[in-house]
């Protein structure tokens, strides 16, 4: 696979999706799809985070087909969609405050989740509670 089009076209079809169904996912065009598949066009920057999100892949295997170590590793720090997806309600409305709030108010948070679980370093803290 030595194109971007290519890389698209095969994480489509691993994914067992059409081209009418990823256009769905992602919002972009059946014609758009098309296109960046058979080397037409090149995706956009917001086109590469949708295919990203929707294929299952990463940025810079659509680019390059090559799979960056680092951005596996970064890529662990965050929930997956299914992780996400398991969250209550309740704690998704949380989640959404957070993100709502000023860095040093989030800083604040962060402080009193570390020092009520007993711990500096909670992406340590987080890598040990997965393991067990």
């Given amino acids: 696979m030595d194109t971007i089009g290519e890389r698209i076209k095969y994480a489509r079809k691993k994914n067992n999706l059409t081209i ?3 256009s769905k996912l992602t919002g972009l065009s059946v014609g758009n799809l098309s296109d ?3 080397n037409k066009s090149m995706p956009s920057s917001n086109a590469l985070i949708k295919l990203k ?3 299952n892949v990463s940025i810079d ?3 390059t087909g090559q799979q960056i170590e680092y951005v596996k590793e970064e890529e662990e ?3 997956s969609r299914e992780e996400f ?3 209550s309600e309740k704690d ?3 989640f959404k405050a957070f993100e709502t709030l000023p860095e040093e108010r989030k800083r604040d948070i962060e402080g009193y989740i570390k020092v009520s679980l007993n711990t500096t370093d909670l992406e340590e803290f987080i890598k040990k ?4």
């Fill in 129 to 132: 509670e997965k393991k067990v």
């Fill in 77 to 79: 720090k965050y929930l």
């Fill in 20 to 22: 009418t169904a990823l």
């Fill in 36 to 38: 960046l598949e058979n």
């Fill in 61 to 63: 295997w659509l680019l």
């Fill in 53 to 55: 999100n929707a294929l």
């Fill in 85 to 87: 997806e398991s969250i």
């Fill in 92 to 94: 998704k409305i949380i």
